[in-house]
């Protein structure tokens, strides 16, 4: 299993960007799927979650502003980010809860690789 993340970039405050996560491999389903972001020097943070039944969650820096959702037919989770912040400048990373791999194994916790965003005019 492997989680791809993608759409990173820089753009001005205000602006917006989507971020997409693509998991692949021999995957029957997924369960809860999560953004996470690291700021220079600090540890990793939580930032939204989406669970297989759409329920989502936020961390109230980004609540309004962020919004998650998921492609199931493509295990694909996007994170779709608006009136961005300078402090929204971070490496954002992608992650999977419990995996069901078609041989019936479970799996946990795969990360993808990251992505740096950067907020800057």
């Known amino acids: 299993v492997q989680l791809q993340a993608s759409g990173g970039g820089l753009v001005q405050p205000g602006g917006s960007l989507r971020l997409s996560c693509e998991a692949s491999?021999?995957?029957?389903?997924?369960?809860?799927l999560e953004w996470y972001r690291q700021f220079p020097g600090k540890q990793r943070e939580w930032v939204a979650s989406i669970t297989s039944d759409d329920y989502t969650n936020y961390h109230g820096s980004v609540k309004g502003r962020f919004t998650i959702f998921r492609d199931g037919a493509k295990n694909t989770v996007y994170l779709q980010m608006h009136s961005l912040k300078s402090e929204d400048t971070a490496v954002y990373y992608c992650?999977?809860?419990?995996?069901?791999?078609?041989?019936?194994?479970?799996?946990?916790?795969?990360w993808g690789q990251g992505t740096q965003v950067t907020v800057s005019s």
């Open positions: 491999g021999s995957i029957s389903t997924i369960d809860a």
């Open positions: 992650k999977s809860g419990r995996i069901v791999l078609t041989s019936g194994t479970t799996a946990y916790d795969y």
